[in-house]
């Protein structure tokens, strides 16, 4: 019985550990990586994201936002679809314009560098390109690999130049990785034919992410020619995930915990049919049926509490083994075309604990109910004589 | 002084499909002090008719009355707690609680009871020195014999200090020995304090050192016999 509730609440504890590590992580990937909280560009960019679509004056909004105590960084990019090409074949790409040090505090890019560096500085005859491990694959490139880059400027002009790979990136997206590709600001300002101090959107990056919705509140009203969207209004699966996260986790919990009651159940119905001339005995002797039904339902009390007790301190000892070494899950490496990691973190919050404790004890009770009922129907005269 | 009356008793199983009655319009009187063995063939009605005394069977008709007060007026929770306080009981199959020592197997009743710890203790120790087994107070049912578990059970039976003492076929599974032994102890609290026993038995040695013998057949009494020592 101990070991049992023992097993079951670990396994229950662990399990919800490593699902929440692992939308944790994809919330963070797709905020830090490809969304940022909140963006603001023009209204009709979202739907069709075209290069003519940009942010006039964008360098004095980024100096506005700055000023915000509830921004962390933001960051003008400048982007447009794009056609990359090597000798080994051609795809096509998002190309995208940063300012490196104004992104670094919105995005991430530069710490899933696995080769190269980023944008060092240097500004050589051939511009740099940091790509994804994804494209490089699929174009067979390598560091300083030339890769051509064809757009259609603000002119309509198709304009071709040659990047040099100065750095490979690889997220916990394989698409994302695909698909973008970045360089320095300037460097798309001149392919692009795009005049000074524009961007197509404005990425911002909060300290506190639950602010997201305050603040965009407040940009709204600060630049009503403007969208200015949230992480959840740019992609709804990431919200539906967010606020499901939670509810998902109790059904989760809800499954084992039942399985776990149906355990007991048959655990104690066991214990109350093994000792049903002891029960007699004792209502025999004198002990009321009241005194004998709390007696079950404490001992079933005590049994939950005691392996419930043990499997969540095995369980949380676990999860605070992963979370420091990512578990390799490498069954789930198809999902990562959907962003989701191939190694999770395992992480619970505290508060999922005591919650948990209060259901063991909770359904520890509520289980021992209809064995103890099943005892105090014991006639004691038949259970004192039964062999 | 009569502490025990049963009054035109009748226990009737399966009433309405095939009735059995297993005991048939007793009449009997029980005094303080009695070594009082009930005898008869299997079937004739000795446990039903001890499951009635003790309040864990209901006749259906006739009275049981304890001290005058009638067991057929009680509802289940006063019938409880009227065994805890004035029955004691000594089964076949000892029944000792397996988790439990020897000890405190005979203070638990005592604290059903309410009896505080000191007390109890106290009095667990003096009925473990009454039953010969003061060296197995903190022994479990497992390691005892037979014989010294229905000892410890007899114990257990006496720590409620009740008026009488109710043992269904105490001795069916002791040896030769082991039954003289208990025997002895059961004579020795009956007669130096004065505790009131009533068997059930097929036991020609239980009947032996009875005092009064009331026999049994198909539910009535057919003789009750005193002892003339």
Redesign the interface.
């Known amino acids: 019985m101990l070991s049992a509730v023992a097993i079951g609440i670990f396994a229950g504890v662990f399990s919800t550990g490593f699902y929440l590590g692992m939308a944790d992580m994809r919330f963070k990937t797709a905020i830090k990586t490809e969304f940022s909280h909140i963006r603001i560009q023009q209204k009709q960019f979202q739907a069709e994201p075209s290069i003519g679509l940009f942010v006039d004056g964008s360098q004095n909004i980024l100096n506005q936002l700055k000023k915000i105590p509830e921004i962390e960084g933001a960051s003008g990019r400048l982007t447009c679809e794009a056609m990359a090409e090597t000798a080994h074949g051609n795809l096509g790409v998002k190309l995208t314009g940063v300012e490196p040090e104004d992104e670094k505090k919105v995005s991430d890019i530069h710490e899933k560098l696995i080769e190269g560096n980023y944008f060092t500085g240097k500004k050589g005859r051939i511009p740099q390109i940091i790509v994804g491990s994804g494209l490089a694959e699929d174009l067979k490139l390598k560091l300083k690999s030339k890769l051509k880059i064809t757009l259609t400027d603000i002119n309509g002009n198709v304009n071709a130049r040659l990047y040099k790979v100065s750095g490979i990136y690889k997220s916990n997206n394989t698409t994302y990785d695909k698909l973008n590709v970045f360089v320095v600001r300037d460097e798309f300002l001149e392919q692009s034919a795009l005049s000074d101090n524009v961007s197509h959107l404005i990425a911002v990056y909060l300290k506190q992410g639950a602010d997201a919705e305050l603040v965009a509140t407040q940009l709204r009203k600060t630049y009503p020619e403007l969208e200015v969207l949230t992480w959840r209004n740019i992609s709804k699966e990431l919200a539906l995930m967010a606020d499901q996260m939670n509810q998902l986790m109790y059904i989760f919990l809800v499954i084992i915990m039942l399985a776990l009651c149906f355990g007991i159940i048959n655990t104690m119905l066991m214990a109350v049919l093994e000792r049903k001339r002891e029960l007699g005995m004792l209502m025999a002797v004198g002990m009321s049926k009241f005194r004998v039904f709390r007696m079950i339902i404490l001992e079933s009390v005590y049994l939950s509490l005691t392996g419930g007790v043990a499997g969540i301190i095995i369980g949380f000892a676990s999860i605070k083994y992963f979370e420091k070494h990512p578990l390799k899950v490498d069954m789930f490496s198809g999902f990562e075309m959907y962003g989701y990691p191939k190694e999770v973190a395992t992480i619970l919050p505290s508060e999922s604990l005591v919650s948990m404790t209060i259901m063991v004890i909770f359904l520890g009770i509520l289980s021992a109910i209809y064995p103890a009922l099943k005892a105090i129907r014991y006639n004691p005269a038949e259970t004192i004589r039964d062999e | 002084m009569k502490i025990l009356e049963l009054k035109n008793l009748h226990k009737i199983y399966d009433e309405k499909t095939i009735p059995v009655h297993a005991v048939n319009d007793v009449n009997l009187a029980f005094e303080q002090g009695e070594f009082t063995v009930i005898v008869g063939p299997s079937g004739s009605g000795k446990?039903t008719l001890l499951?009635i005394i003790?309040g864990?069977?209901k006749p259906t008709k006739g009275d049981v009355l304890i001290d005058n007060e009638n067991l057929n007026s009680f509802n289940?929770?006063k019938l409880?707690?009227f065994?805890?306080?004035n029955i004691g009981?000594v089964?076949?199959?000892y029944?000792l609680?397996?988790v439990l020592t020897a000890k405190e197997n005979i203070e638990f009743?005592m604290q059903?009871?309410g009896i505080p710890k000191s007390e109890r203790n106290k009095r667990s120790l003096e009925l473990l020195d009454e039953v010969e087994l003061s060296e197995k107070a903190k022994v479990r049912p497992a390691k005892l014999s037979g014989g010294q578990q229905q000892r410890i059970a007899v114990a257990?039976a006496l720590a409620?200090m009740p008026k009488f003492i109710l043992a269904?076929e105490p001795t069916a599974n002791l040896d030769s020995k082991s039954a003289e032994n208990l025997l002895q102890i059961m004579e020795k609290l009956n007669r130096d304090k004065n505790m009131t026993f009533i068997f059930s038995t097929h036991d020609a040695r239980v009947v032996k050192k009875a005092k009064r013998v009331i026999t049994l057949e198909d539910g009535k009494v057919v003789s009750d016999v005193i002892s003339a020592s």
């Open positions: 446990t499951n003790g864990l069977d289940s929770k409880t707690l065994r805890l306080r009981f089964f076949q199959a029944n609680i397996p009743i059903l009871q257990r409620s269904d």
